[in-house]
Every structure is written in C-alpha cells, then in structure tokens.
C-alpha cells in the first residue's frame, strides 16, 4: 500500500515537472451552482492542464481531499469571519486541527492565507487584528509540525499611493504602521507579500494595449530609465518599490489574483472576449518566459489567474461573472495554451513545419485538395474577433486587413475572419486542426474568390496567394 501510495506521488510529480516551463496557477472560486465536483476538477486540472497550483478562498474539505495525491500545490484561506478568534492560540490550534491536519501532507498545502484584501475593506477589527492573526496562526502551524506551510495575506493595490511611475511606488502613510511590521514577520518567516494586480481595473482605452500586453510606446519612468511595456510589470514593480522603500525589498512577491473578464454589461469596452484572450494569453507567455519585471528581473514570478470558472453567483456586474478560463462543462471559454492538448498540438504543428525532408514537403501539402477555412455560421463578432487576435499574435500577416490594406474592405469582423482564418490554415500546414479555432471555424471546397461578398480587391488579393501557393508548391518538387 505504502509503495503504491509512493508511486502515485512520483507519477504526480513527474506529470507536473514535464509542465513546469510554462505552469500556472489559477483561482478556484466556487459562487455557482453549475459547477462540477471537486473530484472531477482536480482530475481535470492534472490531466489536462499545465496548471500546477490552485488557490481556493476557504478550506472546503471536498476541496482539499480531491487534490490529495495530485501533487498540485494548495493555497487554501482563513476566511475573513475568523480572524479576530485566531488571535487565539486555543482557537489557532483548533483551526490547523480541523483544516490542515486531516489533508495534510497527501493533499500538498503550501500556504494559508489569512482573509483577503483586507486593509482594502477598510473594516478597523479586521485591519488591528490581521498581523496577530498571522503571528498566532503561524506558532500553531509550527506546534502542529506544519513548519513547510508559509502565512501571509493578499492586498490590493489600494494599499500604494504612489505607482507611476514604478520607481517611485510607496505605500499609503496609513497603512505602513501595518505593513512594515508584515513585511519583517514575512521576512522572519520566509513567505511573500501577495497582491492583486489587476490591468483590468487600470483599464482606458488610450492605455488598452499597454494593459492588453499588446505593442505599444510603453510609459517611460524617468528615474530609472526603464520603459514599461505592460502594466502588469508596472504594477509589480511599483509594490517592489514600496517594499524596498520600507527596507523590505528581498521579500518575494507572489501575483495572488489577475485576469479579465471576457463578458460585461451595456457600455463596458473593456470586458470582451478579445481582450480576455489577449491579457490572460499574453500573461501565460509572460510569467514562463522568468524574464521576471525589469526591477525583478530574471525570476519566474509565482501568479495565478482568476478564474478557473465562470461562476453564475458573484454579486455584481455581469462581469464578475464572466472571469472564468473555462465553462462549467469543462470546455474553455477561450484557448490561451493552457491546456495540454493545445500544446500536444502546437508542437506538432511546429515539428510538422521542419524545414528540409520528406516529412516538411509532405506537411506542407498535408491539406490535400482545395480547401479553404471560414468561420461557421452563428459564430458571434467577438470569438472571431478573437481569432484574430491570436493569428495575428503568432507572426501571420495581418497588414492586409488593416485600413489601406487590400482585405480592408469589406471593413466588418467576419469578412476579416475570413481572410485571417483561412490565412493561417494555408500558411501553417493545411492539416483540419489549423481550422478547428475552438470549434468557429470549418473547411470548405467553396472557394472564397468566387464568393459575391467580396471586393475585388480582396477576391484579387486571393488569387493572388492561390497564385503564390501553386508556384512554391512546383517549386518545391
């Protein structure tokens, strides 16, 4: 049984080395009552995903016994409502009896946050009683011999009164008698300070793309000659500011909550399916590139998404509802790479394009026939809309439906999909999957230059690649 059990932790482990290169964390909120059981979650998240840790806001013990074995890594939270009792070393003791020490090691805790955005709430027994809280929590956890399991507690960015630029980042004045405290007891204990750094919140139009991890000018800080080319980066480094300022800048920083909602209400730009592709997509490559910030460089900093589901019970805007990476049913809202499948794939694409050989000429040709990609029917302007964001993200030439450009015109979002869609399919090997698009697109033996919607200048523009494509494939033999 004993060697069994040992096995099932080193298949686990191995799993996740095999995704640690590009691994992420993600939020596990549970305000749905659509959502699937824990022991399914658990087992979609090791199968199927690269994510190799969660963070859940309580301590469900559904929860934490589907992860047992898993080797994922739990953060799990001491709900808001407890921490005046956990001030007690009595109450302390009980809380690790009840929450920790029937899960733990099998299910791998590895950190216990106390409350959440608490100095944001404003609510003055809460904010006196947090750091004793943590203290107190922390001695029960040792007595428990629990000593791998760090404590700390998320803030939001409410807590800086200063953040742009990032070098001059500095915590309000109110609340440094807290902080510097937190940070020396973080630094006793060797945890990290964890915020929430929402772009999404930060979000104009005139700063989109810097939020969106899209090209831009960037903002410039002065004082450190650094460009800051998205403002997650901003946003961290302005935390590290605050925290070196305070004497405290070799405490790490961990990324608790960041996403963006990919649905909102009437006059909401910010919340769309397009934007949520390019922050969340954009971030993944970005935290497993380790390139760090450039005040933290060189480091992979620990970060994990909200949310893991769209949850039909939040309060509030339609938004908050519509965080989620995934569906109920498991089906992805939107595919940024975070599965398994999509990287399996990905990397098949890449080994079928190898220059050279037998096995590129023949992937090349691998489409067969005349085939064309369109999108489906009934798909909606904002999943192609999306796909055109993620074609033109991976190095396809999007100058031609840009203004000017000969495939402007038609100038709607399906005409453009059309062209951008079947573009990829042609250019990246011509196997059904360059047409799958999360199940909007579909090949068609319709050729798109005969079709009466087009301008002819796009109908032009078509014959032109056909053109192209016939004379580098006799080339090619």
């Known amino acids: 049984m004993a060697t069994h059990h040992h096995l099932l932790l080193l298949t686990a482990a191995l799993l996740h080395l095999l995704a640690t290169a590009t691994a992420i964390g993600v939020n596990y909120g549970t305000l749905g009552d659509n959502l699937p059981p824990p022991a399914q979650v658990a087992n979609f998240i090791r199968t199927q995903t690269i994510i190799d840790r969660v963070k859940i806001f309580d301590t469900n013990p559904d929860i934490l016994r589907a992860f047992a074995n898993t080797g994922i890594a739990v953060t799990v939270t001491a709900v808001n409502g407890d921490i005046p009792a956990l001030t007690q070393l009595a109450f302390a003791r009980q809380w690790v009896a009840i929450n920790i020490a029937p899960f733990y090691p099998q299910t791998r805790i590895i950190r ?16 006196v009683n947090l750091l004793p809280a943590m203290k ?12 791998g399991i760090q404590v700390s507690t998320p803030h939001s960015l409410g807590i800086l009164e200063l953040s742009e630029p990032p070098s001059i980042g500095r915590f309000r004045r109110g609340y440094t008698r807290i902080l510097v405290p937190m940070l020396r007891f973080l630094r006793d204990t060797k945890s990290p300070f964890l915020v929430n750094p929402y772009p999404y919140f930060g979000y104009s139009p005139r700063k989109a793309n810097y939020a969106l991890f899209k090209p831009n000018r960037g903002i410039y800080d002065k004082f450190t000659r650094i460009t800051y080319t998205n403002m997650f980066d901003g946003m961290l480094d302005a935390v590290h500011s605050a925290m070196k300022a305070a004497g405290y800048g070799d405490v790490p920083i961990v990324a608790a909550e960041t996403g ?9 730009p910010a919340p769309t399916l397009a934007n949520a592709f390019s922050y969340n997509g954009n971030l993944l490559r970005h935290t497993a590139s380790r390139r760090g910030t450039p005040l933290m460089p060189n480091r992979r900093i620990e970060t994990y998404i909200f949310a893991l589901f769209n949850e039909n019970q939040k309060p509030g805007p339609i938004a908050e509802r519509n965080f989620g990476l995934f569906r109920p049913d498991f089906s992805p809202v939107y595919n940024i790479g975070i599965l398994r499948s999509e990287r399996q794939q990905r990397g098949a694409r890449g080994r079928s394009r190898r220059p050279g050989g037998r096995r590129g000429r023949k992937a090349r040709r691998g489409g067969g026939g005349k085939r064309w990609c369109v999108p489906k029917q009934g798909v909606s302007d904002q999943a192609l809309q999306a796909n055109i ?3 033109c993200s991976v190095g396809v030439d999007c100058r031609p439906i840009q203004a000017g450009g000969p495939c402007f015109e038609p100038n709607n979002v399906r005409a453009h999909a059309s062209y951008i869609m079947n573009s990829f399919y042609q250019t990246k090997g011509r196997q059904p999957y360059d047409c799958d698009f999360s199940g909007s697109g579909v090949l ?13 200048s796009f109908i032009n523009y078509i014959k032109n690649i056909k ?6 494939r006799r080339s090619e033999e």
């Not at 068609?444 to 002819?456: G, I, M, N």
């Open 467 to 472: 053109r192209n494509t016939a004379e580098n």
């Open 444 to 456: 068609t033996t319709v050729d798109p230059s005969e079709c009466p919607c087009y301008s002819p």
């Open 389 to 391: 964001d993620y074609v």
């Open 260 to 268: 963006w909602p990919s649905l909102g209400g009437p006059g909401e």
């Open 112 to 127: 216990v946050l106390v409350g959440n955005e608490i100095i944001h709430s404003g609510d003055k027994r809460l904010i």
């Open 136 to 147: 107190t929590l922390h001695n029960a956890l040792v007595l428990a011999g629990f000593r």
